[in-house]
C-alpha cells in the first residue's frame, strides 16, 4: 500500500487519510465490474456507498469499470444549459445522466476507465475535508502511476495531468460514516468527441488557461490493464467482493437514474 506521497506543494503526513490502525479493520475491497446500462452504472456507484454506511463497521471497496458506449454525466448540481451541448448529445444518441457527487459534466466511454473508492471516516481520519481528500486520493494515483508514467502529477483541485494536459477528473460525495470518491482515467478515448458534447464548465482551474477540451485534455499513454494493477496496488484492494448490492443497485437504476426527475431536474 502507498502511505505517503510527497507531490510540490501537497506534502502530507499521516495527520489525515492514513491510520496506524487500518489492519484492525477488513482489507479494502474490490470490484471490476461494468454493468451493461448507464443507469445502473451510475446506481452502482452510490449502492456501494450506501452498502458500506449499513454495514455497521469501517467498510471500503474500490470499483472499476468502463461504460460500453459514450455517456454524459452531469455532477449533482450541474445545470444542463450551461455546461452541456444536450442538442449534439440528443443527435449522436449520447445519453445524459446525472450522479451525486459534486463538480462539472464529463463525458465517458470506451476508453475511458471509470473508478470509485469508498472510504471509512474511521478507518482514515481527516477526509472530512474535501480539500485533504482531493489531496489524500489524488496524490496517491499520482505516485501509483508515476513508474509508469513518470509526468503524472496532481493539478488544479481535482485533477490527474501529464504536464499541463488533464487526463482525470474527480468529484467526491460524504455520508455520516463514508465517503465515495469517483472519477475519470482517460486513455484511449476519441478526445475530438469532449468538445462536441461539453460547454466549458463554469469553474475552471488556472493551469487551464481558457484552453479549449481539445486543448486541454489527453489520453493517459498506458493500457487499461496496467491502470487496473497500479489502482489495486495503491489502495492494496485484494478482497474480491462477491456480494455487491444488486438489489439496491437495480432500485437505483429504475427509480433515480432512469428518470428525468433526476437527470433533468436543473
Known amino acids: 500500500m502507498l502511505n505517503r506521497y510527497n507531490l510540490p506543494g501537497t506534502a502530507v503526513s499521516g495527520r489525515f487519510g492514513h491510520s496506524n490502525n487500518l489492519q484492525q479493520w477488513a482489507p479494502m475491497r474490490y470490484l471490476d465490474l461494468t454493468l451493461p446500462t448507464p443507469a445502473e452504472n451510475l446506481a452502482l456507484d452510490e449502492a456501494l456507498l450506501e452498502q458500506s454506511e449499513s454495514a455497521g463497521r469501517p467498510t471500503e471497496t474500490l470499483r472499476l469499470w468502463e461504460s460500453n458506449r459514450p455517456m454524459v454525466v452531469l455532477g449533482r448540481s450541474s445545470k444542463i444549459d450551461d455546461e452541456i451541448h444536450a442538442d449534439t448529445c440528443r443527435k449522436l444518441d449520447i445519453p445524459i445522466l446525472r450522479r451525486i457527487s459534486g463538480g462539472a459534466a464529463i463525458l465517458t466511454g470506451p476508453g475511458c476507465l471509470m473508478y470509485a473508492v469508498v472510504f471509512s471516516h474511521r478507518a482514515r481520519g481527516g477526509l472530512r475535508a474535501i480539500d485533504h481528500a482531493h489531496r489524500f486520493v ?112 437495480r432500485r437505483l437504476a429504475a427509480e433515480k437514474y432512469s428518470r428525468p426527475e433526476w437527470n433533468e431536474k436543473l
Open 138 to 249: 489524488l496524490g496517491t494515483l499520482a505516485a501509483a502511476l508515476a513508474p509508469l508514467a513518470p509526468d503524472v502529477k496532481y493539478r488544479g483541485i481535482s485533477d490527474l495531468a501529464v504536464g499541463e494536459l488533464k487526463f482525470s477528473g474527480n468529484s467526491v460525495r460524504y455520508k455520516r460514516d463514508h465517503l465515495l470518491y469517483h472519477g475519470t482515467l482517460l486513455y484511449n478515448f476519441p478526445l475530438e468527441l469532449i468538445d462536441r458534447c461539453l460547454a466549458m464548465p463554469p469553474r475552471r482551474p488556472e493551469y487551464r488557461r481558457e484552453r479549449a477540451h481539445g486543448a486541454f485534455v489527453t489520453n493517459l499513454r498506458l493500457d487499461a490493464a496496467a491502470i487496473r494493477r497500479a489502482l489495486i496496488a495503491a489502495w492494496d484492494a485484494n478482497e474480491p467482493l462477491v456480494d455487491w448490492p444488486r438489489e439496491l443497485t
